[in-house]
């Protein structure tokens, strides 16, 4: 995948993916028309024949850029669903330490702040360019060593601090997960095969029989739709990446209605 789509405003790549396209297309009737024409156009079947082709591909053409884009945006959701579940697993885990005593409750608790800030501030810039960060590694350790020292006296203690224990181990696996999706999308050879699809498609359409300018117009509005709907696929195949990512909305809530300090 051209990861470099991702650094410019999605508007303009998507009119820069619908003016290449149709460009293509208008390009090719003027210069390839004139030769294909007699070549091919030598019975009135002809053009018939070239129809059903490119009826038949597009359908199958259809169908797989269909499935592409439901599978870019269930990614783009699943990956979505995991960013708002780590969020939710700090929110918790920063209401069990309010049960602990202090100092070490204080001592926790700046620490899974500390945490959430550097998952704003320093991860998500990371992820946005498909770097998998390192930055947080260290505090979720410390938490964890830190959390370990406590030693429960009494049965309300004993309690908090098993619970404690489950959503920790809880958070630590939602934010595997979160890491493992940084540089998750379509995989290479799928691109291959829809760039292969796509001028086989226009391809076509330059095969066609008709007059010049219904087949400037048809060209043009098929091959519009088709660079349209291929950047949509590839806005959303990367979720981290470009305008149309998944951000840190959610840390970003649960620090500001439950971590900041007053």
Known sequence: MFYRIYDYPTLYM???????????????????????????????????????????????????????????????????????????????????????????????????????????????????????????????????DELLKFQPTEKREEILFAETLRQFNNFVEVRRLRLANVNTGLPSVLWWVVAIGALINIGLLWMLDMEVHIHFLLSGALSLFLGVVIFLIAALDNPFRGEVSVGPDAYQLVYETLMKPK
């Open 14 to 144: 998507g009119v820069l993916f619908a003016l290449v396209f149709v460009g293509t297309a208008w390009l090719g009737l003027f210069f390839v028309r004139p030769h294909v024409r007699p070549w091919i156009h030598t019975e009135k079947r002809a053009n018939d024949m070239v129809g059903f082709t490119l009826s038949s591909f597009s359908v199958l053409y259809g169908l797989l850029l269909g499935l592409l884009a439901v599978a870019s945006y269930q990614n783009f959701s699943s990956v979505s669903d995991i960013v708002t579940k780590e969020a939710s697993m700090i929110a918790a885990l920063y209401r069990d330490l309010s049960g602990y005593p202090q100092p070490i409750r204080g001592l926790l608790q700046d620490e899974l702040r500390d945490y959430t800030r550097s998952v704003i501030d320093e991860s998500w810039p990371l992820q946005r360019k498909g770097i998998v960060p390192s930055v947080g590694t260290e505090q979720v350790t410390r938490l964890f």
